[in-house]
C-alpha cells in the first residue's frame, strides 16, 4: 500500500562499523533497534511480572510456540483472547517457531517432507505440527513477529547434513508465507513473518539459504543454528558470511545470542534484535552482570558488602538491596534472590543495548565498544584473581 | 515521662463483643489494630519486595531472631546497620525471640536455668543463647517489638510439665525486661518488650503465666503455645482463660495464628495482632483465599476461568491475572505463579483484618463477622461439590 509507513526504517548507520540504529512498528508499539528482547518462554519471564518489565524499559517480550502449544494449548489462548491478554504483556511479543524446541527437547522427532512428528518432552504424547499448523498457533496467539518451522540441526553436522537440511527448511519458509499472507488476507494475523537463514557454520551453505530465503521477501531474517556450541569465532565467522547477503532495511535478529561480546560484535556487523534466557538463568542462579563483569552472589566474601551490585544501576535492586543482603537470600535460598538478580540482569541487558543505540547514533560505536569491554574484561581479571585469594585463604 | 503519648492507644470497644481498635506507636512509624503482620522469617517475606509489602498496606512485619542469629549473623547486620536497612524495609518490625523456633527446628535442645543450649538446624554447630543474649540480638537488629526466650512446650504435655516451665519462661522474661530496660538507658533501643503468656490448654496455668507476666508491667502480651497442634475449641477456650488476666489498655498478641474463622474468633475475644506463615505458605503452593473460600489453583477445572481470583480486590494479581493464568503457572512450575499467589493472599489477609477493623469502630463486628463467614463458609461447600463432581466426570 502507497504512502503507509515502512514496517523497518534504518535510521542510522555507524561512521566507523556495520552498526545500526533503527525502528520497527508493530500494533503493539514500535520497537527501538538493536534491542534485547526477554525470553518469556512459557508466556512469563521467570520470576517477573510484565509491570517489572515495563519499568525496565523492555521493548518486546519473546515467546515460544513449542511450548505454548503444548501448555497451556492452542484454545486456552484463544479464549483469553490471545498471547497479549493470556500474560498481561501490552508491548509488541515476537514467539519463536518451536523449530529448536522440537529438536532440543524431545526425545523422540521424526522429519517428513509435510512437517514434524515429536513426542511431547512433558508427558511423551505423540504430536505433528506442519509449517501451517505453527503460523496457525502464532495468528491464535496474536504474535506481533511469527516465526516459520525450520529445521535446527544439531551441531557438529556434515556439510552434507546440513545442505539437505536446507531444502526442507527452504521449502517450509515458502509454506509458511503462503499460509502468512493467507491469514493477513482474512483479516486473522497483524503480525509478520520473519524467515529464518540456517547453514549451521558454512560459509556457502549460509549465503546459499540467505539468497534463497531473501528471494521470499520476507519483512525481517533471523539467524538461526547459532550458539548452539560452535567456538565463538565460527559464530563470528559465520555471521560475517550471512549478513551482507541479508537484506539492509529489513530488521536481523540473531536468535538465542548472547554475552556482552557476542552481543557487540554482532551489533557491530549489523544485526537488530536479539534474546537470550541469560538475564533469568543466570540471575536465578546468583550470578549478575556488572560494567566490571560478572559477580557471583554465592560468593561468601560478599557476605559483608554493604554496597549495591552496580552503583551506576538504577534498577530496583541496585537501588534498595546491598551484595551483602543478596547473599543472604541466596545462601537462605530465598527465591526473592533470583526474582531480584534476574531484575538488575534485565536492566544490564536492556541497557547495554540502549547505550550501544545511542553511541551508533553518535558515530562512536567502536569506541564505546572498545571502553565497554575494556573495563568489562578487565573486571572480570580482578574478579577472577579475588576469588582464587579467597580460596586460598 | 509525663506528657508522652503512650505506646498504645485503645480507641473504641466493640458493643457487641469484646473486640477492639487501636493504635500504637514505634519509631518507625504507628500501627492500626487489629492488624494482620506478614511474616519475614529470613529478613523476607517470602518472594516479595518490601515495595510490593508496601504497596499492599502491610504496617508491621514480623522477623525470627532464631533464623537472623544463625544466618547471616548478629555482626552482619549490625554493619548493615540494622534489620531495617538490611531487609529495606522502613515501617515498624516485631522479632521473635526464637523460643518457638530453637524447640521445633533443632534435634538437639538442653535447657538450663541460664538459657538453652541447641544445635543449629543448618549445620549441626551447637550454640547458647541466654535470655540477655536474645534482648541484645534484638536491639542489634533494632527491633520495633522485641520478645523474650521462652520455654515452648509440646503439645500435648501434663499439667506438671507445663507447670514446671512455666517457672522458667517467667524467670526468663524478668530477665529480659532488666536487660532490654538497660538498653534503653544507655540508648542502644528504641524498642518495647512484650511478654509471652504460656500454659499449653490449662486454663489455671494460663491465668497464673497471665498475672505473673502482668506483674511485670511490660508494654505489650503475647499469647504462646497456641496453634501447635491443639484441637480448634482447646485454642478458643484457652484464649477466652487467658485474655481477661491482659491489661485492657495494652496490645494482645496471639502468635502464629491463623485461618479466617481464627481471626475472627480471636479478635472477638480482644485480640489485636496476628502473625502467620500462611498466606505465603499457602500462595506458594496454589492455594488463594477469597470471600468465597479458598481456591486450589491448581485443579484443571480453573484451566479455562478466565476471571480473576477475586473479582472484588483490587491487589495486582487480580487486576492483572486470570485463575486460567495462574493455573497454568503452577502448571508449569514457573516461580511467577508462587509471588503472584502469595501477594493476593497477603491482600487477603491484611485487608481482612482491616475490614474487622472498620467493623468494630462501627459497632458492627459481629454482623461482618457473620456475614463474612457465612459467605465464605457457603463458598468453601459449593467449591468442594465442584471439585467431588469434577473428580467424577
Known amino acids: 500500500m502507497s504512502g503507509e509507513r515502512p514496517f523497518f526504517e534504518l535510521l542510522h548507520e555507524d561512521a566507523g562499523t556495520r552498526a545500526r540504529a533503527g525502528i520497527f512498528h508493530t500494533a503493539h508499539g514500535s520497537v527501538r533497534t538493536p534491542v534485547f528482547m526477554p525470553v518469556g518462554t512459557q508466556a512469563t519471564v521467570k520470576s517477573q511480572t510484565c509491570e517489572d518489565l515495563r519499568v525496565l524499559g523492555t521493548q518486546i517480550l519473546l515467546s515460544n510456540t513449542y511450548h505454548l502449544y503444548l501448555r497451556p494449548g492452542e484454545e486456552i489462548v484463544r479464549e483469553a483472547g490471545g498471547l497479549h491478554r493470556f500474560m498481561d504483556w501490552q508491548g509488541p511479543i515476537l514467539t519463536d517457531s518451536g523449530g529448536f524446541q522440537v529438536f532440543s527437547l524431545s526425545d523422540f522427532v521424526r522429519l517428513k517432507p509435510e512437517g514434524v512428528e515429536f513426542k511431547s518432552h512433558l508427558n511423551g504424547s505423540l504430536h505433528r505440527l506442519t509449517p501451517e499448523d505453527v503460523v496457525r498457533l502464532q495468528t491464535t496467539f496474536g504474535s506481533d513477529i511469527l516465526m516459520p518451522l525450520d529445521e535446527c540441526v544439531k551441531y557438529p553436522a556434515t556439510r552434507e547434513e546440513v545442505g539437505r537440511s536446507l531444502v526442507l527448511t527452504h521449502d517450509w519458509a515458502a509454506r509458511s508465507k503462503k499460509a502468512w499472507l493467507q491469514a493477513v488476507d482474512r483479516g486473522d494475523c497483524r503480525g509478520r513473518l520473519f524467515a529464518i537463514v540456517q547453514g549451521g557454520v558454512y560459509a556457502d551453505l549460509r549465503r546459499r539459504s540467505a539468497e534463497e530465503l531473501v528471494g521470499l521477501d520476507l519483512p525481517g531474517y533471523a539467524i538461526g543454528g547459532l550458539s548452539v556450541g560452535e567456538p565463538n569465532p565460527a559464530m563470528y565467522e559465520t555471521l560475517e558470511a550471512t549478513l551482507p547477503h541479508l537484506p539492509r532495511l529489513k530488521p536481523r535478529y540473531l536468535m538465542g545470542v548472547g554475552m556482552p561480546e557476542d552481543l557487540f560484535e554482532a551489533v557491530g556487523q549489523g544485526v537488530d ?58 545462601a537462605a535460598e530465598e527465591h526473592l534472590s533470583g526474582r531480584l538478580a534476574s531484575l538488575h540482569n534485565l536492566a544490564f541487558f536492556i ?36 576469588a582464587s585469594k579467597t580460596e586460598k585463604e
Chains 1, 2 share one sequence.
Open 273 to 330: 534484535m536479539f534474546d537470550c534466557v541469560v538475564p533469568t538463568r543466570s540471575g536465578r542462579h546468583g550470578t549478575v552482570y556488572t560494567p566490571d563483569g560478572k559477580l557471583i552472589l554465592r560468593n561468601a566474601w560478599l557476605s559483608r558488602d554493604h554496597r549495591p551490585i552496580d552503583e551506576e544501576c538504577d534498577c530496583y535492586t541496585c537501588k534498595h538491596h546491598t551484595r551483602a543482603y543478596l547473599r543472604h537470600l541466596f
Open 351 to 386: 541497557k547495554l543495548l540502549e547505550s550501544m543505540r545511542k553511541a551508533i547514533l553518535e558515530d562512536r560505536f567502536d569506541v564505546f565498544r572498545r571502553d565497554f569491554l575494556g573495563r568489562y574484561r578487565a573486571g572480570e581479571a580482578v574478579r577472577a584473581g579475588n
